[in-house]
């Protein structure tokens, strides 16, 4: 077992690093106090590459790995949680997809543009009525002559208000096992197709999150992505790559928490010395490094299994799971380490805190992980994934 990273992963790394703490951080409490999306800085990070970082050169890639891209998702969550959700959405959920489902056409249409970073896409799955339960999909997708109209509703969708394309979910017709769910790529400027950005977040707030509401929009049939028969188990598996780079926004959540909690503890001082001199600090922060360390390997592992084209439904359950509840014990930890000055704004740990949230919700919650993992256990009978 070889733990090291290869020299092109590591440049990758320092690459985001460099670009997230320069570009990314100094920004970070502006975004999450005003909710603005940092377009600008998608626009930067397409020219440097990082919006392609697991897609070959042919399709405007950077021909990296998983794991490239999963250190790159680290280090800019590190600095801006916010960016760091809507860029794992950009590429795990609009671009990925379309990678490993598209024709070649949907590939040169929609896929480079996604990779080269001169548009954004989403991934339009939850409904106000399934979201764990995505198998219950209510929007409908009918067919008429060499179109389909699409009907229906979808909710927090992330980066939907500022996509080119957004990757729907749809009932397309029945068999003997019930709805057959298809997905099919809606450019979002399609007549009837109605795009709202008005939720008010407790965090990432800069990541936008859109209501989706399709009236009768009509795209052509060559916009179906992959088999109409096999889109449920295409979302699940581009679901199973999604976990793990929203594993990685956790660890770099974390990580960010755990250096501001220990440079604090260095220059803390109560009863005449520094309060890392404290056991019950430096417990603390023993432990918050312990856990993101062992996070960090399950999802290095997953991201690896992910590469080798080895199953990993398993391994990104366990990683997503474990990183995103240990990402918000460590910020909680963080914030009593600051005392009263971690529940200021200020200081930023309050943020991240509230960042760290949605990883427990999003992409299945932790509820689901452990169903996930039951699953693959063989322990049970349960439908869900």
Request: proline share 3%; net charge neutral; charged share 25%.
């Amino acid at each position: 077992m070889n733990f090291e990273l290869t020299r092109e992963q590591q440049m990758v790394r320092e690459l985001a690093r460099d670009f997230a703490k320069q570009e990314i951080a100094p920004h970070a409490e502006h975004v999450d106090r005003t909710g603005e999306f940092p377009i600008e800085t998608f626009k930067k990070m397409g020219e440097l590459g990082l919006l392609g970082i697991p897609f070959p050169e042919s399709y405007g890639g950077s021909g990296g790995d998983t794991i490239s891209y999963a250190l790159s998702v680290e280090e800019i969550g590190k600095a801006c949680g916010s960016t760091g959700l809507s860029y794992a959405a950009a590429v795990s959920l609009g671009a990925s997809p379309i990678y490993y489902f598209g024709t070649e056409e949907q590939k040169q249409e929609y896929l480079v543009p996604l990779a080269t970073g001169r548009a954004l896409g989403a991934f339009g799955l939850t409904e106000p009525n399934a979201g764990s339960d995505a198998g219950g999909t209510r929007t409908k997708a009918r067919s008429e002559g060499d179109s389909y109209v699409i009907s229906g509703e979808k909710c927090w969708i992330t980066n939907a208000g500022y996509a080119r394309t957004v990757i729907v979910t749809a009932v397309t017709g029945k068999d003997d096992n019930g709805n057959i769910i298809s997905a099919i790529i809606v450019p979002t400027d399609s007549e009837g197709f109605t795009i709202n950005s008005e939720y008010d977040k407790m965090g990432v707030r800069g990541s936008n999150t859109s209501q989706l509401i399709l009236d009768n929009v009509r795209v052509p049939k060559q916009n179906l992505l992959g088999s109409p028969e096999k889109g449920f188990k295409q979302f699940l598996n581009t679901l199973d790559g999604g976990r793990i780079s929203i594993a990685a926004l956790a660890v770099g959540i974390a990580q960010g928490a755990f250096e501001a909690a220990l440079a604090y503890a260095r220059e803390r001082k109560q009863f005449g010395r520094p309060i890392s001199y404290f056991q019950a600090i430096q417990f603390k922060l023993a432990d918050m490094a312990m856990e993101i360390e062992l996070a960090r390997n399950m999802v290095l592992k997953a991201a690896w299994l992910k590469d080798q084209g080895r199953p990993f439904t398993k391994e990104a359950a366990f990683a997503k799971l474990y990183a995103s509840e240990m990402a918000f014990r460590t910020c909680n930890q963080s914030i009593q380490i600051h005392g009263g000055y971690g529940y200021m704004k200020d200081y930023g740990v309050e943020r991240m805190l509230r960042d760290a949230k949605l990883m427990e919700i999003g992409e299945g919650t932790s509820e689901i992980q452990r169903l996930v993992i039951a699953r693959q256990l063989g322990i049970g009978k349960q439908a869900l994934k």
